[in-house]
């Protein structure tokens, strides 16, 4: 099975950047609880253990008999904010909606026992196990293998089974391997994380996947971006898919694996064409963004926005589609066209619940869009007569701002 390496991780991890700060590092494996942590005393919930085996002010928390347990490596204001947080406990679609198989060149995968729908939650799931980046990266490898091991040791039997199952020999690999990026506490600057969750793990790649996933509120959720039938495999994306075939290559070929998905499989004709959307969307995009800095909008065209999102939908770029139908959107409304303003405003919505959540910022003002196109800001802005913008544009501008 691939390793479901998340690339801004790993990216982020291969040259060793500077320590984030400075501290007299401690003798190993002490338990001096709000040494590098005063004035504040973090307690901690009943039933989480810890601090134990500390190095600096990292420290092994866990919660190894609640649910499907949980251990972090991190300093005691982190696993503070963390045991406190929200996280639901592990839900889905029903368990005889996708099963377990051997999938031809790349070990288990996961496969649809039924249709499934557009929008549907595959899985939600929270993190088996979370790692302050900075141990990951400064601690002597033979201290952080150790420090590794004893924090599997300290969850449930079933989720240590499933933790140990991820590819990788070592702990140290699988955390490489199968980690996602994940913050803690906002942008402090300690609180980038490594999170695993060992069944998401099993999600195999595709340049082109069925599959998307968010991560808020330390909780992992995927979601289908298309409907799936019965019997096709479960995929996300390792990497950023929106780049040419040599780049998406070169870039998972990092990982130790040459992908053969249907988009990387396509003839040199038909993967050239492929190449060539994407060096369109690219430059549209640009050409969209530049002219929306402009005072007025000036040199905007009312078929760019449907220009931008047919080659999207051409391209099968099924995990992007939010800022697309809202670009779209907006730009039929500035041009008065209302019918594609709706059409575009609905679609926005649904994509950006699947891809960011129902709490994305742009959801409301697209609802609002969608259901009085003429209320919007955004309405009319680019009617045009003759050279310029008309005055009743202007105006519907003014009152938008």
Known sequence: ???????????????????????????????????YERPRDYKLPPEWKGPEHCFAEFCLFSKPDAGEGMALITTARNAYITANSFIPRSVGVEPTAFYEAEVPGKGTGLIANRTIRKGEIIMQRAPAMLIQSTPHLDLEPEVREKLYRDAVDRLPEPTRGRFLRQTGDTVYDKVEKNSFRMFVDGDRKQSLHLGLFPEVSKFNHDCRPNIFYRI???????????????????????????????????????????????????????????????????????????????????????????????????????????PTYTRAALIYSMFGNEERAREYANEAVAALERETGPHARDIESMAWLAENPKAHWSWAVKVTSGRGDTAAGNKTQARGN
């Open 1 to 35: 099975m691939y390793a479901l390496a998340l690339f801004a991780v790993l990216s982020t991890l291969k040259q060793k950047p500077p320590l984030l700060f400075e501290v007299e590092t401690p003798e190993l494996w002490t338990s001096e609880r709000d040494r």
């Open 216 to 322: 808020a509120n330390l909780t992992h959720t995927t979601v289908a971006v298309r409907d799936i039938p019965a019997g096709e495999e479960l995929t996300v994306s390792y990497i950023y898919s929106q780049t040419p075939r040599s780049e998406r290559q070169t870039q998972l070929s990092e990982w130790g694996f040459n992908c053969s998905c249907s988009q990387c499989a396509l003839s040199a004709l038909e993967s050239g064409a492929s190449d060539a959307r994407i060096r369109q969307i690219d430059a549209l995009e640009e050409e969209i963004e530049s002219i929306m800095s402009k005072p007025g909008a000036e040199g905007m065209r009312p078929e760019m926005g449907g220009k931008l999102v047919e080659l999207y939908v051409a391209e099968r770029l099924d995990s992007y589609l939010g």
